[in-house]
């Protein structure tokens, strides 16, 4: 009877007189042990340059399944990579040392370990499940979007789970350019598009702040938003920070909102004047803007002045109008008509 390789592990399960005086060999029983052996302690390091399958064949160390931890490195990768792996129960320790968040798939299902980040993936041959360790410092960023900074300044998609600013100097960005998928790989584009539905002139503010170094930061306000095809572009202003956030580095990306603009109030009723100061015939309490020695001021107790360059011309008071001693003209008339109307 020939042997048969077990579901998971693919240790050899010995055939009845099969493999006969080849125990002690490493393709016999015996290389049981050295698959046991790689599935408890081993460690499998695999450089990535883009989707990958890993290795699944009977009675060999050489799986890249059986290994109980899997170390990522970058080898040259330019988008977020998927890990095939098979639909049979499983379970490993990762360590992502990659700037993309890395996708295990078993071809029905898939969950993510986030960049940079390590953390256990599991599978019961249906679903994938992930889950991302706990850091320090993680409890400063509760509530923000997980994203790795890119020092690229061009205006376009960042890639998957990428963040960047249109200027190196981060201080003097005035355009954020995030991608629809997060650090996790998940869709946030809806969240994103919400950024600027305030009614105010400034939407909110956008707070960068690297996880690596929680005192580097840096806080824009928000005045639009271009939804384009796989990112967003946000229209903002430097406000405050501290420090550089560094390429590839992981950062959290939260989000204040500000108020809706209120409705405009009724207009008032047409206010009095009850007190101006008294003035003089120089200086009148009631002047022109161009023409600040000419005007009305209150020359006496119940006696209000005209003046015009500086110089007394007429009076109002319970006599009625006292042009001071000068001849009233045509030219006079509309003017203490004026002041007779006004007073």
Known sequence: ??????????????????????????????????????????????????????????????????????????????????????????????????????????????????????????????????????????????????????????????????????????????GIYIDDADGTGADVSGYLATWDDSTSTVKGHIILRSKATPATFHVFSVTSLTDNTGYMDFTVSYVDGNGTIANNDPITVTFIRNGDQGDKGDKGDAGSITNAGDGSAAAPGFAFGADTDTGAYRSGDGEVSISSNGTQVGAFNSTGLDMKGKAVTNADIPVAFFFGCVM
């Not at 029983?29 to 399958?53: C, P, R």
């Open 1 to 174: 009877m020939a042997s048969n390789p077990t579901t998971i592990g693919k240790l050899r399960k010995q055939g009845l007189g099969d493999n006969l005086n080849t125990w002690g060999l490493s393709g016999g029983l015996n290389g049981n042990f050295d698959l046991l052996d790689d599935a408890i302690f081993g460690i499998e390091v695999m450089s990535l340059t883009g989707d990958k399958t890993l290795t699944s064949a009977n009675y060999t160390t050489d799986n890249e399944i059986a290994p109980r931890v899997h170390r990522y490195t970058d080898g040259g990768l330019s988008a977020a990579p998927t890990i095939t792996i098979p639909a049979t129960e499983n379970w490993w320790f990762i360590n992502n040392t990659t700037a993309y968040a890395i996708t295990y798939s078993n071809g029905s299902d898939t969950a993510s370990i986030s960049a940079n980040r390590d953390g256990l993936v599991w599978t019961d041959g249906t679903t994938v499940y992930a889950l991302d360790f706990f850091e320090s410092g993680d409890q400063t960023f509760v509530g923000g979007l997980s994203y790795v900074f890119s020092t690229t300044t061009t205006d376009s998609d960042p890639g998957s789970g990428f963040l960047r600013l249109d200027n190196a100097t981060q201080s003097s960005a005035t």
